[in-house]
């Protein structure tokens, strides 16, 4: 593996419920031949296998320099070519997609504009620029191609995400996520009590009887927490019958971090979908985590690592400033600064975690080299990373 190898930017793509579906693949203005020398070398680190089934969207302005043998390099099925539309209508271009659809290749038309017909008429599926607005003329093109996966990308705010979904888009991307509505941050007092509550009992290590006292006051906390147990991530042979038995079955580490977890999942009603924040936080926890082990860090750095990630975003989540979110949890000092003030070690990682799903533009590499890791060792966090989001995905 070559220690020069180019770093590109993921971005998660998810569907309607907020389940992640696909990675949006940023390599900037880096050369066709570069980019995919780096997803031949994704694919012997076993990046499709380990985030099987999710996709691959790579946009690609020079169709030309694909290589035609392409099905025997990658795996075709979960490859996705975002093709520029005012690429696709030379003549020479529209025969080699037509060659690498037949190989099994999904054609998106990106930045359709939809003031007429497709520039290539072999299009089905169809990808948006709905930064400023979801466009009124692309709606009956949705509708034409109802078969097709229509992308609705650079979405600013939820209530874009939304408008987009109405108009019949199947895969959303972009930083809605960061922007809710107002109406969602906080939504249940209450249960935001309780959530802080448990997170600080679990931290004192207090008795299974304290915490099982506090979930037995909330019945949609105690159906979590079941439902957790009897996941397929954790296969447990045996039938649990009691809120000890469940606690003690899962493990005080395993909780901290499923509780961290459902303080984003609770927050958020949008007819059974996950709240859109809750795969980005588990992004930040499950990156910061595997950079952290890759320094060498031990189990209580890691659980630190984890921790930063997953707190970074509930500012945004309660729409308070952060410091006063965290005030009830007595976060170590290390945690906190990161987490305020972006110093230490903890807080350089996750300055670059910040960046990861952001737009290739947004990556600092002097950040990269200030981790102590490789480009080859960033991918397979990143890697790392995205499989527990999809898992989790699956199981909240």
């Not at 066709?32 to 994704?42: P, T």
């Not at 099925?77 to 290749?105: M, W």
């Not at 039938?239 to 395993?254: D, E, M």
């Amino acid at each position: 593996m070559t220690q020069n190898r180019g770093i590109g930017t993921f971005l998660p793509v998810m569907n309607g419920k907020q389940q992640l579906q696909a990675l949006q693949a940023d390599f900037g203005d880096m050369p066709v031949g570069e980019v995919f020398s780096i997803l031949q070398f994704l694919n012997e680190s076993e990046f499709f296998s380990r985030l099987s089934p999710i996709s691959l969207l790579v946009k690609i302005s020079d169709v030309a320099q694909i290589p035609v043998d392409l099905d025997t390099r990658l795996p075709v099925a979960r490859l996705k070519l975002c093709v520029p539309e005012t690429h696709a209508s030379d003549k020479e271009i529209q025969l080699r997609l037509k060659h690498f659809s037949s190989l099994g290749v999904a054609v998106l038309l990106d930045d359709f504009n939809a003031s007429c017909d497709p520039a290539w008429e072999g299009a089905r599926h169809l990808a948006v620029d709905c930064h400023a607005a979801i466009p009124a003329q692309v709606k009956p093109w949705l509708g034409r191609l109802h078969t097709g996966i229509h992308l609705a990308k650079n979405l600013s705010s939820a209530v874009m995400q939304e408008q987009a979904d109405e108009a019949g888009f199947k895969w959303f991307a972009g930083d809605y996520a960061f922007n809710p509505p107002a109406s969602n941050k906080a939504a249940d007092a209450s249960a935001r009590t309780r959530l802080l509550k448990l997170l600080g009992l679990v931290a004192r290590d207090a008795e299974s009887r304290e915490l099982e006292e506090l979930f037995k006051q909330d019945t949609t906390l105690s159906f979590m927490l079941f439902k957790l147990v009897s996941s397929a991530a954790f296969a447990q042979a045996v039938r649990v019958s009691s809120f000890g038995q469940a606690i003690n079955l899962l493990g005080r580490r395993q909780l901290q971090r499923w509780l961290q977890l459902l303080l984003y999942a609770r927050q958020h009603d949008n007819g059974g979908g996950l709240n859109p924040l809750m795969p980005r936080a588990a992004f930040r926890a499950s990156l910061m985590e595997a950079i952290c082990h890759k320094q060498g860090g031990n189990k209580d750095q890691l659980d630190c690592a984890f921790m930063v990630g997953m707190f970074s975003l509930l500012d945004k989540l309660f729409g308070n400033p952060l410091a006063e979110v965290l005030q009830p949890l007595n976060l170590h000092t290390d945690v906190l600064d990161a987490l305020l003030h972006k110093s230490g070690q903890l807080g350089k990682c996750l300055d670059l975690v910040e960046r990861a799903d952001r737009a290739y533009a947004h990556f600092d590499m002097t950040l990269l080299g200030e981790t102590g890791l490789k480009p080859d060792e960033y991918y397979d966090c990143v890697i790392s990373a995205y499989a527990w989001v999809n898992q989790v995905c699956q199981d909240m």
